[in-house]
């Protein structure tokens, strides 16, 4: 990604989402996924429903995603995946809690990951939802991680 950093003003919270979002970013900080930051990038704080009725922070990356060289990793197609399936006997589900999170992003990214709120700038060190290509990414990972088990 080239050019001048994107920056933009922290967007007003009801006091529900900020009260959320406070606990949210103080427990990511605890778990060592974020960090304050004097980032000269910052994307404003978006605030979405779980279907648990709780709130999800993320980061609203679409200026950032606007100047983000595609990701061409290919996602699988869900009919081939489910064609390889149909002859399976046995399945196991696996629940990656904070799936993106589990993933350490780039030295030379962090800073762009940068969110702004009603209370500081923060920024990831693992990576955060809404990125443009964090879905290739989790993929790439995850069928990385994936094939190790199964060669090991």
Same mark, same amino acid.
């Given at each position: 990604? $080239?050019?001048?950093?994107?920056? *933009?003003?922290?967007?007003?919270?009801?006091?529900?989402?900020?009260? *959320?979002?406070?606990?949210? #970013?103080?427990?990511?900080?605890?778990?060592?996924?974020?960090?304050?930051?004097?980032?000269?990038? @910052?994307?404003?704080?978006?605030?979405?429903?779980?279907?648990?009725?709780?709130?999800?922070?993320?980061? $609203?990356?679409?200026?950032?995603?606007?100047?983000?060289?595609? $990701?061409?990793?290919?996602?699988?197609?869900?009919? $081939? #995946?489910?064609?390889?399936?149909? @002859?399976?006997?046995? #399945?196991?589900?696996?629940?990656?809690?904070?799936?993106?999170?589990?993933?350490?992003?780039?030295?030379?990214?962090?800073?762009?990951?940068?969110?702004?709120?009603?209370?500081?700038?923060?920024?990831?060190?693992?990576?955060? #939802?809404?990125?443009?290509?964090?879905?290739?990414?989790?993929?790439?990972?995850?069928?990385?991680?994936?094939?190790?088990?199964?060669? @090991?």
């Amino acid at each position: 990604m $080239d050019g001048p950093p994107t920056h *933009a003003r922290a967007r007003r919270l009801n006091l529900e989402k900020l009260a *959320a979002a406070k606990n949210v #970013f103080l427990q990511m900080e605890e778990m060592g996924i974020v960090r304050r930051s004097k980032s000269a990038w @910052s994307s404003p704080l978006d605030i979405v429903p779980k279907p648990n009725g709780k709130w999800r922070p993320c980061g $609203d990356y679409r200026r950032l995603n606007a100047s983000t060289d595609d $990701d061409r990793y290919p996602l699988p197609h869900i009919q $081939d #995946f489910n064609n390889h399936l149909a @002859s399976c006997k046995v #399945f196991s589900k696996i629940d990656l809690i904070r799936g993106y999170h589990q993933i350490p992003m780039a030295p030379s990214s962090i800073a762009k990951t940068a969110v702004i709120t009603p209370f500081g700038l923060w920024e990831f060190l693992r990576m955060p #939802f809404g990125l443009k290509n964090a879905a290739q990414s989790h993929g790439w990972s995850t069928a990385r991680r994936a094939f190790c088990l199964c060669v @090991s």
